[in-house]
């Protein structure tokens, strides 16, 4: 099975939008931390644990990403409408939004970032 991290860059990606610049699993590179110019994705590892015990054993494991949306600082997107597609998404791939946090804007780059926590249980076949 793919790590969680894996998945979701790969179920993002296959999405093909248009608006994503790029798509970074575990950390942001160095050498684009201060592109402001792009609206990237940044993926990391929330959750990966067993699940659902019986009989003094988990009978499932439940993996979560958090992804989080750094828009392009002179951007048109609505980003209301550009949530709810990735929402939608990862809902209809058997993803649960765990929280989603409100936008923020940062104080140093003034990008609005967005963050969302998804969790996915798989159950049987372990």
Avoid: H
């Amino acid at each position: 099975m793919e790590l969680p991290v894996v998945q979701a860059s790969n179920l993002i990606k296959s999405a093909s939008y248009s608006w994503i610049n790029n798509v970074y699993r575990g950390s942001i590179p160095e050498s684009v931390v201060d592109d402001t110019d792009k609206t990237d994705v940044l993926i990391t590892e929330y959750v990966n644990e067993p699940a659902y015990y019986a009989n003094q054993t988990f009978k499932g494991w439940q993996i979560g990403v958090e992804l989080q949306i750094f828009y392009a600082k002179d951007t048109n997107i609505n980003f209301q409408d550009v949530e709810i597609t990735i929402a939608k998404l990862f809902n209809l791939d058997g993803w649960q939004i765990e929280q989603s946090k409100n936008r923020i804007k940062d104080p140093d780059t003034k990008q609005w970032c967005k963050v969302f926590y998804f969790v996915k249980d798989i159950k049987g076949g372990l």
